[in-house]
């Protein structure tokens, strides 16, 4: 299963307003772990930066000159992100930004039924409580102290992690944090899995189970796997 954490920067609020996107950050997971492989790209959006933007991210007027439009990284953006599931934080925000940017160029939308929401999921996880990227990591105890000003390729690689114990893939009992007294934050037991009433059949065939007999045995008496069995 691949997926793909996405995060932009952009001027402003609103695409119809005027408003662009100035930088895509996105990390590559395969089965929930991450691959290495990242997408990083400025954009020119071809207008001033409000006071208020430059901010938030600090990318201004001169940086941004001479970096590329987005008609021309649209088709290496949409190769990198393939068919894959999008994980985005306010994933409505950034989806709207992607849209409004391939609509510009004459490329077809990306469906919201890609995207996977991780505000969303953090509000149902905790209701109540504070759902930023920044609550969520002093939650988890992610390291975050890098992130002075919003960056889209650096709060990608903080959402993959933010995403992996939001649903439990970084813990192998699905608990949010170590002991017993830590906060559920929906009321429900979310202990260890207990044992299975029926086991699982073996997936190994019997001529398989052999085979493997027969090279361990070629190990010695010191062999692991001897100690295993």
């Excluded at 903080?158 to 929906?186: C, K, T």
Aim: hydrophobic share 40%.
């Amino acid at each position: 299963m691949r997926e793909i954490v996405l995060d932009t920067e952009t001027t402003g609020f609103e695409p119809g307003e005027g408003d662009r996107i100035v930088e895509i950050g996105a990390v590559e997971l395969m089965r929930h772990v991450p691959t290495g492989r990242t997408y990083h790209q400025y954009i020119n959006p071809q207008r001033s930066m409000p006071a208020e933007a430059f901010a938030v991210h600090g990318l201004g007027d001169e940086f941004l000159a001479d970096k590329p439009l987005f008609k021309d990284i649209a088709d290496d953006f949409l190769a990198f992100i393939g068919e894959a599931k999008l994980v985005i934080h306010n994933a409505a925000f950034d989806m709207k930004f992607l849209n409004a940017e391939l609509g510009w160029v004459q490329k077809p939308a990306i469906s919201m039924d890609r995207a996977l929401d991780t505000l969303a999921i953090a509000r149902r996880r905790f209701p109540g409580s504070p759902a930023s990227l920044d609550a969520l990591c002093r939650r988890f105890g992610i390291d975050n102290t890098s992130r002075t000003l919003h960056g889209a390729l650096l709060d990608s690689e903080i959402l993959a992690e933010v995403y992996l114990e939001l649903i439990g893939g970084r813990q192998p009992d699905f608990a949010l944090a170590q002991g017993s007294n830590a906060p559920s934050g929906n009321g429900v037991d979310q202990g260890r899995v207990g044992p299975r009433p029926v086991p699982l059949p073996p997936r190994i065939t019997a001529e398989e189970s052999a085979a493997h007999a027969a090279f361990v045995d070629t190990l010695g008496d010191a062999a692991v796997w001897k100690k295993l069995s």
